[in-house]
C-alpha cells in the first residue's frame, strides 16, 4: 500500500444493495439519535466523579466499592466492544444500538434505584455492557450511512458530541445533585439517562437505516473467549492491584494479559488463513495507517480520563469547591473544545497527520500550564491562573478527536466496519483504564493534593508529546489536499 495522499480517502468502499437498507427519512435525521447514544455513554463515564462522596454517605459504601463504581462501568465497555461491534456486522447494526439503548435505559434506572453500593457496582458493570453494544455501533453506522465529505461532517459531529459530553460531565452532575431534583441527590445523575435512551429508541426505526454484513459467516466464538480474557486480564488489575497493594493475582493477570491476547490475534491469522470469519480480521492490519491510527488512538485516550480524574479530585479535595463550582471550572475546557473541534473536518483535509501533532502538543502545552501555575500557587493558587492550561488542553483535544477518528474508520470497508469501530472504540476505553491507572500510581502515591496533581499534569504533558511524534507514523496528507 502506498501511504501517500490517497490513504486517507474519506470516499466509501461500494456497498452491497442488501447489506444498507436506506430509511425514508433524510441520512441526516439519524445523526441526533447516534449522538444522542453516543452523548450519552460518555457522559456517563465521567460524570459520577462528583457524585462519589455522595454515595458514600447515603449507601455507606467503602473505598474498594467507589473505586468499582468508576471502574467497573469501564471494564465490561472495554472488554465487550470488540465482540459487539462483529455482533453488529452479523445481525444488524441499527438492531444492536437499539438493544444496547434499551439495555442503557434499563441498567441507568438499576443505577439510580440501587439501595446497596453491591448492587449499585452490579448495575454499573451492566451499564458498561449496554454501553459496548451502543459505541461500535454508532462508528459503525456513520461509515456506511455517509460517504465522502459527508462522512467527515458527520464524524466531526461525532467528536463534538463525545468531546463536550466528557468534559461537561462534571458540570452537569454538579447541577443535577446541587437541584436535588424530588430529592433524588446523586441518583439523577442515573436516573436522566432513562428519558434520553427512550426518546432516542423511538425515533431509531425511522430515522437509522439498518445496515449489517452480507457475509453472515458464525460468530468465532473462540476468539470472542480468547480476547474478553485478555482485555480483562488487562484492566481488571490496573484498575483495581493499586488500590489493594497490586496483590499476587494482579501480577498474575498482568503476566496473563499479553500471552491471551498474541494467542487471540494467533487464531484470528489461522482462521482467516482457513478461509473462516474471524472476530477482526488481520489482513486489515496490513494498512499501516490502520495499525498507525489504533496505537495514536491509544496514546491520546490514555491522558484524557486521567486529566478529569485528577483535575477534578484537584478542585474538590484541593481546593474545596463543590461539586457545582468545580464544573464551572470544566466549561472553560469544554468550550475551548467545541471552537477547535467544529474547525477540525476543514483543517484535517488541509494538514492531515500535522494537525493531530499540533493538537497533541498544544494539550501537552495546556497540561504544561496547568502544572506551572499549580507548582507557583498550590492549592492556593488563583483559579484564572489555571484558564490559559484549560484553554490550551481544550483546544489540543478538539484537534485531535474528530481527525484520529477520521483516518481509522476511512479505511474500513461496510464489510469490517463493526470490527473496526470495535477496535478503535476498545482503544479510546483501554486507553482510559490504562491512563488512570498509570497517572493514579503518581498522584495517589504523591504526598499533598497539589504537588501531586502538579507531577500528573508534567506527566500527562509527556505522554502527549509522544503522541505527536507517533503522528508521524499516520499518513501525510487527508483527502482533498
Request: hydrophobic share 55%; charged share 10%; net charge positive.
Amino acid at each position: 500500500m502506498n501511504d501517500t495522499a490517497t490513504d486517507t480517502s474519506l470516499s466509501a468502499r461500494p456497498v452491497a444493495a442488501d447489506s444498507l437498507d436506506r430509511a425514508a427519512t433524510s441520512p441526516w435525521a439519524a445523526l441526533p439519535v447516534l449522538m444522542a447514544g453516543t452523548a450519552m455513554i460518555v457522559l456517563d463515564f465521567f460524570i459520577v466523579n462528583v457524585a462519589l462522596p455522595s454515595m458514600q454517605t447515603n449507601l455507606h459504601a467503602g473505598a474498594a466499592a467507589l473505586e468499582w463504581v468508576v471502574a467497573g462501568y469501564g471494564l465490561t465497555f472495554a472488554a465487550l466492544m470488540v465482540v459487539a461491534g462483529r455482533l453488529g456486522d452479523c445481525f444488524g447494526r441499527r438492531r444492536m444500538f437499539s438493544l444496547g439503548l434499551l439495555l442503557f435505559g434499563l441498567t441507568s434506572a438499576a443505577c439510580g434505584a440501587a439501595p446497596t453500593s453491591d448492587l449499585l457496582v452490579a448495575a454499573r458493570l451492566l451499564q458498561g455492557a449496554a454501553a459496548a453494544l451502543i459505541s461500535p455501533s454508532v462508528l459503525s453506522l456513520i461509515g456506511v450511512i455517509y460517504t465522502g465529505p459527508e462522512r467527515l461532517r458527520a464524524i466531526s459531529v461525532y467528536g463534538v458530541a463525545m468531546g463536550f459530553a466528557a468534559a461537561s460531565g462534571q458540570l452537569l452532575g454538579g447541577i443535577l445533585i446541587q437541584a436535588d431534583v424530588l430529592g433524588l441527590g446523586w441518583r439523577a445523575i442515573f436516573l436522566i439517562n432513562v428519558p434520553v435512551a427512550a426518546a432516542a429508541l423511538a425515533f431509531v426505526k425511522r430515522t437509522v437505516p439498518e445496515s449489517r454484513s452480507t457475509d453472515r459467516q458464525p460468530l468465532d466464538w473462540p476468539g470472542v473467549v480468547l480476547v474478553t480474557a485478555g482485555l480483562v486480564a488487562l484492566v481488571l488489575p490496573l484498575v483495581q492491584g493499586r488500590a489493594l497493594g497490586w496483590p499476587a493475582w494482579s501480577i498474575a493477570s498482568l503476566i496473563a494479559s499479553p500471552a491471551l491476547i498474541g494467542g487471540f490475534v494467533a487464531y484470528q491469522h489461522k482462521l482467516e488463513a482457513r478461509g473462516g470469519a474471524p472476530l477482526v480480521a488481520m489482513s486489515l492490519f496490513k494498512e499501516r495507517s490502520l495499525r498507525s491510527g489504533l496505537v495514536t488512538q491509544l496514546g491520546f485516550w490514555c491522558g484524557q480520563a486521567a486529566l478529569f480524574l485528577v483535575l477534578a479530585i484537584y478542585l474538590q479535595d484541593g481546593r474545596g469547591l463543590d461539586p457545582l463550582n468545580a464544573g464551572l471550572v470544566f466549561t472553560v475546557m469544554a468550550a475551548a473544545y467545541l471552537l477547535t473541534s467544529m474547525r477540525a473536518p476543514a483543517l484535517t483535509l488541509r494538514f492531515g497527520r500535522d494537525l493531530i501533532a499540533v493538537g497533541a502538543l498544544t494539550l501537552a502545552a495546556g497540561e504544561g500550564g496547568l502544572a506551572a501555575a499549580v507548582a507557583a500557587g498550590g492549592t492556593r493558587c488563583p483559579l484564572l491562573a489555571l484558564v490559559p492550561g484549560l484553554v490550551a488542553a481544550g483546544a489540543g483535544m478538539g484537534l485531535c478527536i474528530t481527525p484520529l477518528t477520521t483516518v481509522v474508520l476511512a479505511h474500513a470497508g461496510p464489510e469490517q466496519a463493526g470490527a473496526v469501530s470495535g477496535a478503535l472504540s476498545t482503544m479510546q476505553q483501554v486507553g482510559n483504564a490504562v491512563g488512570v491507572a498509570l497517572t493514579g500510581l503518581i498522584f495517589f502515591g504523591t504526598h499533598g493534593t497539589g504537588r501531586a496533581f502538579e507531577l500528573s499534569a508534567l506527566q500527562l504533558g509527556c505522554l502527549l508529546t509522544g503522541v505527536a511524534v507517533i503522528t508521524r507514523l499516520l499518513p501525510a496528507r487527508a483527502a482533498g489536499r
